[in-house]
């Protein structure tokens, strides 16, 4: 079999009351990804979801979100972004794993020898990002334990600048010391981040990484010129990934959304 794990992977909902953000509806085309996963992908372990869940992070985008989730197939895993609230994230979406007290971060273990490692960078009040020690800590502590399992890891934010204009603007602040983290574990295969609704990969330290486009709006690319008071979001499909895992390899599909809303 080449294939032993599936994941789906979406990242960036910007959930909303009114379903409106950005000029399109975010709650409509959520409703579209989950539809397209229970009917394609409903055997998948688990559908991660890197950050920025709600807009404002209000308790009734929350409700609303959780609400559109009801009918979502498989375990669904959420992360928290920089446009979440931690404190009303936690009370609609409980933690689904172990992690350091007051952060929504956690470790979840698939069957087999294969754990996702579920960062929690939300700096509150900030659209930056953060690994303090005691995230850094854990994280560290997590992958002594896990020196013979397979280890993917998904972030909100990239540990690094990207090349993509204001986006790296808002970084994950002091990025090396995960930089380092991350790459002297080589059972780290992967790394997963979401937080710039563009498609990009590459590698950090050692570690191959990928970003995908919104569930919702997109940027634009870093060549046009444009700034966040005259921002319009491009006629980009959202997107969302299927991860496949095998004994020896590891593939990322991209899978535009089919006539969004």
Same mark, same amino acid.
């Given at each position: 079999m080449a294939f032993t794990h599936k994941i789906v992977w979406i990242s960036d909902l910007h959930q909303t009351v009114s379903g409106q953000v950005e000029g399109v509806n975010s709650r409509a085309r959520l409703r579209q990804v989950i539809e397209q996963v229970n009917a394609h992908h409903a055997e998948a372990l688990c559908c991660v979801a890197?950050?920025?869940?709600?807009? &404002?992070?209000?308790?009734?985008?929350?409700?609303?979100?959780?609400?559109?989730?009801?009918?979502l197939r498989v375990p669904f895993l959420p992360m928290i972004g920089n446009h979440d609230n931690r404190a009303n994230m936690m009370a609609a979406l409980?933690?689904?794993? &172990?992690?350091?007290?007051?952060?929504?971060?956690?470790?979840?273990?698939?069957?087999?020898?294969? &754990?996702?490692?579920?960062?929690? &960078?939300?700096?509150?009040?900030?659209?930056?990002g953060q690994m303090d020690a005691a995230r850094l800590d854990w994280l560290a502590s997590e992958l002594e334990q896990t020196r013979d399992r397979r280890v993917l890891v998904f972030a909100h934010h990239p540990p690094g600048p990207l090349g993509l204009g204001l986006l790296d603007d808002m970084p994950l602040l002091d990025h090396q010391p995960l930089v380092d983290l991350l790459s002297s574990a080589p059972q780290v295969e992967h790394l997963c981040v979401?937080?710039?609704?563009?498609?990009?990969s590459g590698v950090m330290g050692r570690v191959p990484f990928t970003a995908l486009r919104s569930i919702a709006h997109q940027t634009r690319p870093p060549h046009q010129t444009w700034d966040w008071s005259n921002f319009v979001a491009p006629e980009e499909r959202p997107q969302y990934a299927v991860i496949l895992i095998g004994p020896d390899r590891l593939v990322i599909q991209m899978t535009d959304v089919e006539d969004p809303d």
């Open positions: 890197s950050g920025d869940l709600c807009d &404002t992070g209000t308790a009734e985008e929350y409700k609303a979100l959780s609400k559109a989730l009801s009918d409980p933690r689904p794993g &172990t992690g350091p007290e007051d952060y929504y971060q956690y470790r979840h273990d698939l069957d087999g020898n294969m &754990t996702l490692l579920c960062l929690d &960078t939300h700096l509150p009040g900030s659209d930056a979401g937080h710039v609704h563009r498609p990009v």
